[in-house]
Nanobody, 115 residues
Framework: QVQLVESGGGLVQPGGSLRLSCAAS????????MGWYRQAPGKERELVAV???????NYAESVKGRFTISRDSAKNTVYLQMNSLKPEDTAVYYC?????????WGQGTQVTVSQ
C-alpha cells in the first residue's frame, strides 16, 4: 500500500514563506507526475503546480513567480516552496502523485496566511 505523507503547513504572515514536503512510502510505482492541489473553504480543489518525470513544470497563474515545485524522484518526494504568501493562498494543500494507471492523494496540510 502506498501512502503520501505531507508536512510543512502552518500559520504565516502575509509576505512570508513556507515549504511543503510530500513523501511516498510503501511499495511505490514509478511516478510520472507529482503535484500540489489546494482547496479553500467553499471552493473547489484546484491545481497549484505539477512536475513531470520529464522535467516539465506547470503552475496556476495565481502562483507563478511566487511558488516553486521540485521533486526528488529517487526519494519519491515532492516539494512546494511558497514565497510572498497572500491571504488568498489560505487553503488545505494536497499532494498528488500519478503513475501509469492511477494516482494517490496525500491527506492534506493546512496553510493559513494571516496577520
Amino acid at each position: 500500500q502506498v501512502q503520501l505523507v505531507e508536512s510543512g503547513g502552518g500559520l504565516v504572515q502575509p509576505g512570508g514563506s513556507l515549504r511543503l514536503s510530500c513523501a511516498a512510502s510503501g511499495t511505490t510505482p514509478r511516478f510520472t507526475a507529482m503535484g500540489w492541489y489546494r482547496q479553500a473553504p467553499g471552493k473547489e480543489r484546484e491545481l497549484v503546480a505539477v512536475a513531470t518525470s520529464g522535467g516539465t513544470t506547470n503552475y496556476a497563474e495565481s502562483v507563478k513567480g511566487r511558488f516553486t515545485i521540485s521533486r526528488d524522484s529517487a526519494k519519491n518526494t515532492v516539494y512546494l516552496q511558497m514565497n510572498s504568501l497572500k491571504p488568498e493562498d489560505t487553503a488545505v494543500y494536497y499532494c498528488r502523485m500519478l503513475h501509469a494507471i492511477g494516482g494517490y492523494w496525500g491527506q492534506g496540510t493546512q496553510v493559513t496566511v494571516s496577520q
